[in-house]
C-alpha cells in the first residue's frame, strides 16, 4: 500500500485543563522542546477535545488553552519549526476518532486502567467520551502517521491501544496504511511526585498548594517550596541504588536531575553525603534559574491572546494540510462515498 511513512513524526498533546505544574513541564513540554529537530516532524496539541471529558467551564477553558500555548512558547516550541495548535481546529482528529469507536472493542477500553482510576465508583455518571477518550487520542496520534510519541508512564496503555486500533483497521480492511506509533518513555523526571508526599504524583489538584511548583508561582515561592519540601533524616545516599525505598529524596534528586540536563547518577555524584540543609537550597535555586524565565515569559505572552490565537490558527493549519489527506484515504479505504 502506497502512503506509507518513514519519516520521524513525533506526536503529543496536553490537555487544557488549568493548573500547569513543574510536572507538565518536567515530564511533558521540556522533553517536546528536545525533541525539535530538522529531520523531524514535531507536532504538539492543545488536546482541547479531551479536556471536555470532564466538565470545564468555557472561560476557563479559553484561558487554559492560550495558558498552555504560552507554556509551550516560553519554553521553547518553536511554532514555526513545531506545529502547534489546539484539537478542535482540526475536524479530522474528532472524524477519526468515531471510525476508530468503531474499530475498538468495549473489552479492550474496559481494561484502560486510567479509567478505572479517573471514573472509580462513579462509572454510572462519567461522561461517554471519558470512556472513548483513548480512541480519540489513538485519532490524535494515527491523523497524522507519527511514528513517537513522548507521553508520561500513565499514558503508555493509550499508546499500546492506538497500536492495537491500528493494527485491528489494517488487517480488517487488509490495507497497511496506519504505523505502528512507539511511546517515548525517557528523562530522569517522567513521573514527578508531590513535594509532600513523594508516593504521589504532583498534580494541579492536590489539596495543597506547597505538595507543586505552579508554572505561574513566581521566584519566591518555588524557593520557599522546595525549602519546604519534605524529605527525610538521612543524608543524600553515596549512590543511586540508596534511593530505594526513600520516595521523597528519589523524587528531589530526579527533579534536580531533569532540571539540570543531567542524570540522578551525575547529583549522586556532586552530592552524595550531602546533608538536606545544602541540597535543598541548591535545588531551590536550580529551580528558580530554570522555571522564572519562563514563567515570567509566559505572563508576557498572556498580555497578547490575539498573538496567541493567531499562533494557534496558523498552527491548525498546517496540522489539517496533514491530517486531511489522511482522513480521505481513511474514508475512501471504510468505503464512504463522496461526491
Ligand atoms: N491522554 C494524554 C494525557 O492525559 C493527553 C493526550 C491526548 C495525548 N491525546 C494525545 C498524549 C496524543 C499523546 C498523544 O496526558
Known amino acids: 500500500m502506497a502512503d506509507a511513512v518513514h519519516t520521524r513524526r513525533v506526536f503529543s498533546g496536553i490537555k487544557p485543563s488549568g493548573g500547569l505544574t513543574m510536572g507538565n513541564y518536567l515530564g511533558a513540554i521540556k522533553r517536546f522542546v528536545e525533541m525539535q529537530s530538522p529531520d523531524t ?8 477535545l479531551h ?16 495558558e498552555l500555548v504560552a507554556a509551550y512558547i516560553a519554553s521553547g516550541i518553536d511554532p514555526d519549526q513545531s506545529i502547534l495548535f489546539n484539537q478542535s481546529q482540526v475536524s479530522a482528529h474528532a472524524e477519526l476518532g468515531w471510525i476508530f469507536n468503531c474499530v475498538a472493542r468495549v473489552g479492550w477500553m474496559n481494561r484502560m486502567t486510567q479509567f478505572k482510576d479517573k471514573a472509580g465508583k462513579n462509572a454510572e455518571k462519567v461522561s461517554l467520551g471519558l470512556y472513548a477518550y483513548p480512541s480519540l487520542m489513538a485519532a490524535d496520534i494515527l491523523i497524522y502517521h507519527a511514528t513517537h510519541v ?36 525517557d528523562g530522569p523526571a517522567t513521573r514527578v511526585m508531590n513535594l509532600r508526599d513523594g508516593s504521589k504524583k504532583m498534580s494541579k489538584s492536590g489539596v495543597s498548594d506547597m505538595e507543586r ?15 519546604k519540601a519534605k524529605s527525610d533524616a538521612a543524608p543524600l545516599p553515596e549512590s543511586v541504588e540508596g534511593l530505594k525505598g526513600r520516595p521523597e529524596a528519589k523524587n528531589l534528586v530526579e527533579i534536580y536531575a531533569a532540571l539540570s540536563d543531567s542524570s540522578p547518577e551525575a ?30 515569559e509566559m505572563a508576557r505572552l498572556m498580555q497578547d491572546p490575539a498573538e496567541i490565537d493567531l499562533i494557534l490558527a496558523k498552527g491548525a493549519d498546517k496540522a489539517n494540510a496533514i491530517a486531511q489527506p489522511i482522513l480521505d484515504k481513511t474514508y475512501d479505504i471504510v468505503g464512504f462515498v463522496r461526491g
Request: some cysteine.
Open 41 to 48: 516532524m514535531s507536532i504538539y496539541c492543545v488536546v482541547d
Open 51 to 66: 479536556a471536555i471529558t470532564v466538565w470545564q467551564d468555557p472561560a476557563d477553558l479559553r484561558h487554559a488553552t492560550r
Open 150 to 185: 513522548p507521553v508520561g508512564e500513565d499514558q503508555k496503555q493509550h499508546v499500546e491501544l492506538t497500536r492495537d486500533i491500528a493494527a485491528k483497521f489494517n488487517h480488517d480492511y487488509k490495507v497497511d496504511f496506519f504505523p505502528q506509533p512507539e511511546p517515548i518513555i
Open 213 to 227: 511548583i505552579n508554572m505561574t508561582d513566581d521566584a519566591a515561592l518555588i524557593a520557599k517550596k522546595f525549602k
Open 267 to 296: 547529583v549522586i555524584r556532586e552530592f552524595g553525603g550531602a546533608q538536606w540543609g545544602r541540597f535543598k537550597p541548591a535545588l531551590a535555586d536550580l529551580a528558580v534559574a530554570r522555571l522564572e524565565p519562563i514563567s515570567l
